[in-house]
């Protein structure tokens, strides 16, 4: 299911999901921004956003 998905923000997922007992909201959402930020700079995001501007489809997605 996730074979193209970032490895990255699959990192940062599972880093937040394993620590979400012991923090608060606020340091919940701080670290998914840090992630998001983190994630904006591979070349997983960089494939991704050429493929949309090319209009092709996404190599991953989300089952609705």
């Known amino acids: ?3 193209h998905a970032s490895p990255v923000a699959l990192a940062h997922s599972k880093a937040i999901l394993n620590r979400v007992h012991t ?3 606020l340091q ?5 921004a840090a992630a998001q930020a983190l994630c904006l700079e591979t ?4 494939d991704a956003a050429e493929r949309f501007m090319r209009g092709e489809a996404p ?3 989300w089952e609705a």
């Open 23 to 25: 923090l608060d909201l």
């Open 43 to 46: 070349s997983a995001h960089r």
């Open 1 to 3: 299911r996730f074979r």
């Open 59 to 61: 190599l991953f997605t």
């Open 28 to 32: 919940v959402a701080e670290a998914e």
